[in-house]
Structures are given as C-alpha cells and as structure tokens.
C-alpha cells in the first residue's frame, strides 16, 4: 500500500476522535500515578497516625480522581472541541427519557446490591476493599469513604461515558465508539486482577447503551455509586481487622 498521499493535516472529524483517546489516556494515568505514588502516601504517613493517614490518602486520591478524570479533560475538550457542550456530553437532565433513566437505575441497583454483597465478603476481595485501611472506623470515616467515592465515581464516570464515549459516537458511530470504549474501561482495571478486568467488559457495554439511550450519564454514575458504596461497606462490615466505634 501507498501512503505517500496521505493527507497529514487534522480534520475536525479527526480531532474528535484522537482527543477523547487521548485526554483518557493521559488524564486516567495522571490520576493512577499519583493514587500510587509513594511518596506523596508518605507525606499522609509521616504527619498522622495509621488510621488518621490511611483516611486522608485515600480521600485526596478520590478528590484528585474528580479533578483529573472529571474537571480537567472536560474543560480541554471543550475548549478544542466548541460543538461539545455539558449538555451533549450527558451533564444534564432529560425530562423525556427521566422514566425511562429512573427504571433503569432502580432496576439495576436492586440486581446489583445482593450480587456484590455476597461478593464483598470474599476474602480476596477484603485483600483491596474497602481502600481506607483503618482499623478503627469513626462516623467521619463513614462519611469521607461515602464522598470519597461519590466524587471520584463521577469524574470517573465522566471520562468514560462522556468524554471518551460521546465525541467518537459523532464520529464513528455506536459500536466502533463503545468497542473502543470497552476496551480502555477494561484495561484501567487490569492492576485489580483478571476478575474485575473480565467484569469491566459487560459493566462497560452496559453504561454505555444505558448512556447512549437516556442521553445522560445518571443511570452509569448512580449505579457505579451503588455497587462501590455496596462493596466497600461490606467489606468493612466483614474485615475482620476493622470495627466500628462511636466517636
């Protein structure tokens, strides 16, 4: 084949494709590295005791996902791409497909609350879960891992169904956008084992029709929340090292 004649020059149609790609890719790693980064982990260490430390690492890590994932690649995308609004990228709410968003989130979250209980309590799954280590929990530690999750699962689920996913859907159509889309949800979860990456496929496939039918990122965002809310607390509720204790 010949690619002498290839037109170098970044079309419109291009630039909605390659951008989405990759502000996912560098904003999700900018988020990995610092969650891992031992170094800021020490500073956390250093000026606290474990459980105090342990509580706020983990908070600023899904503090700090909201503001990679979530913030700072919309405002990119945007400034590039000025046909792309809040509202297109499913940062809204649509009174025509509200029945339909409500259903869709209760039906789910009532499927999905038992299945990841009995699963929370697995003693694999209490080797990572819930992140917060500490061994005494407190009100304040309830409610930190509570936010802490509601916030870092929106910028999350932002990136994914809404960034990534909307801007290649225009350009490539449903199934090329949500193949691709599928494919780097389900490698950002390769470091939690060959479970959670396997899982991450239809889970994927899932939020993105659900996304793509309703024409917000609500039924993806709650129902992500539901089941990180669900593991989390049971983990907590079975760990055997952790307890509860009135403060």
Known sequence: MNYSNL??????????ICLPI?????????????SKSEKIKKKFYDKSNFDEASLKHI???????????GILPTILLLFFIPSMSLEKLGFTIKYDTSLFSFLWTLGL?????P???????????????????SKIWTRKTMFLN????????????????????????????????IAINIAL????HI?????ETIGAAPLGLALCLLTISSGTIWIAFIVHVVMAWTNTFTAFKFHPDMQFQEK
């Open 146 to 177: 509570a936010l802490g999750w509601f916030l870092y699962l929106f910028g999350y689920e932002f990136l994914f169904r809404g960034v990534l996913l909307i801007p290649l859907l225009d350009s490539l159509g449903m199934w090329p956008a």
């Open 115 to 133: 299945l990841v209980y009995f699963s929370a309590k697995n003693p694999k799954n209490l080797i990572n879960y819930p992140q917060i280590r």
């Open 185 to 188: 949800y389900s490698a950002t």
């Open 59 to 69: 908070f600023f890590t899904k503090y700090f996902g909201l503001i990679s994932m």
């Open 109 to 113: 979250s009532i499927l999905i609350v």
């Open 191 to 195: 470091p939690k084992g060959l479970d």
């Open 7 to 16: 037109n170098w020059q970044l079309s419109n149609s291009d630039l909605n």
């Open 22 to 34: 990759i502000l996912t890719l560098i904003f999700f790693s900018l988020y990995w590295f610092v």
